[in-house]
DNA sequence: AGATAAATTTTGACTTCTCAAAAATATTAT
DNA sequence: ATAATATTTTTGAGAAGTCAAAATTTATCT
């Protein structure tokens, strides 16, 4: 079995590398160890073909380091909503359990977790949870920033899981499947107006930050 | 923070030596290392206070080591209470699943399950369940096996918690909380048997047996 | 192209945890 | 009291994971 480092540094290279190689220094600076240290973890991944290395060049999983990166994925989304379902923990703060939990946790126990939710699609950051085959749904959507003013929109997915913006987000009501109507959108002040509710409560965020909203038809 | 070995080597010193000294080989045993690796081991938590290390007679917990060692018993307990009262895992399995999770939950998790529970006072097996300032009950009971014949008694903790036994406990209604009557015990046969409802479920275990069965008073 | 800067790899070192086997110590039996 | 046995400690070794700093390679800029 991987150990919790080797799964984390799977997790970290399949989140970070869409088909391409993911560069040594920023999965190192990712996982917040120094660049000697992720190469040396990235050739001991390869001696075991969890991954290809291209030396000077970076690195990219193989089928099987991909199964393993989704199994974990798999059991960090599950864990999270349970966090947030069952637990009543803050949306916020069930990153950093689940970053333990996901290693602690035995497949009887996830499918227990799993059966009492119901099987979900989606964590509470709208990312979608892979099943137990390793498939892993790749829905398209639209960011935010992007979409037409006067129009309502459902949050599908939160892009920036930074502590201060999730409880941003939660302060004004803005998770994944909620709606929201664009207001107005002001290229000159950078910044867009959103209605949460009907009971017209408001609010102003940059289309920096609202380019980390995902949303889709309602 | 201690590391999860070291939290076990503490546990387990907690539960092995009572105010005694507990032999080196004892501590390798219940742990599943080699010797030298236990006397490694308890050097360093010698050298870090946690313990108190005679060579060649024993190794004891300090007021430290003991504090934390209750802390990790909190934790394990705690998390198997919560396995079979909300996610439903069998009766024999969550000490396995705690050993793992015990070192993966955070404070703001565990007191979390701490109140989901209701602040439970022990754990599926009757074991006492430390409050969060490092006190546990410590409660006299008496073994089942030298019970008086026809009296009846509620079953208060099982003192031996491998599999096989639990199974066969769970199967014949033998769970702390649950009340039996002896119906016989026959020192010739070394067997006793029990009344374990009203429909008339007896069971028949040796007294051997019967000796890792705890009971108090109904 | 040649120099400078940035990214990456290597080297040497350290901690934690572990085992196997040899050495030392304590216990038990004769 | 010796010898035999059991327990414990030491020694030597290795895997995993990490860092700091030196060396190397690649990219960028005159
Ligand atoms: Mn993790
Ligand atoms: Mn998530
Ligand atoms: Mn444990
Ligand atoms: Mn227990």
Redesign the interface.
């Known amino acids: 079995m991987p150990t919790a480092t080797v799964e984390d540094y799977l997790k970290q290279i399949y989140l970070e590398s869409g088909e391409k190689l993911l560069p040594m220094g920023q999965l190192a600076t990712a996982l917040d160890v120094t660049p000697g240290t992720a190469t040396a973890m990235v050739k001991r991944l390869a001696a075991s073909k969890m991954v290809l290395y291209q030396p000077y060049n970076g690195v990219q999983l193989t089928p099987q380091g991909k199964h393993t990166a989704l199994d974990v994925l798999r059991r960090h989304r599950l864990i999270e909503s349970f ?1 947030v379902e ?4 803050d949306w916020a ?1 069930v990153h ?2 689940a970053e ?2 996901e ?4 497949p ?2 996830l499918d ?2 799993d059966s ?1 939710l119901g099987h979900p699609q989606f964590d509470p950051h709208g990312d979608p949870i892979p099943d137990g085959g390793g498939d892993i749904s790749h829905q398209s959507n639209q960011l935010l920033a992007e979409c037409q003013v006067g129009s309502q929109y459902r949050i599908a997915r939160i892009a920036d899981q930074r502590n201060e913006f999730l409880h941003f987000l939660a302060k004004h009501n803005l998770r994944p499947g909620n709606l929201v109507t664009i207001l107005s959108s002001d290229p000159a002040s950078e910044a867009m107006t959103l209605r949460t509710d009907l009971a017209g409560n408001d609010v102003t965020l940059a289309i920096t930050a609202a380019s980390r909203i995902l949303v889709c038809e309602p």
């Open positions: 966090l069952v637990l009543k923990i703060d950093e359990e333990q939990l290693h602690a946790v035995s009887r126990l227990a977790i009492l």
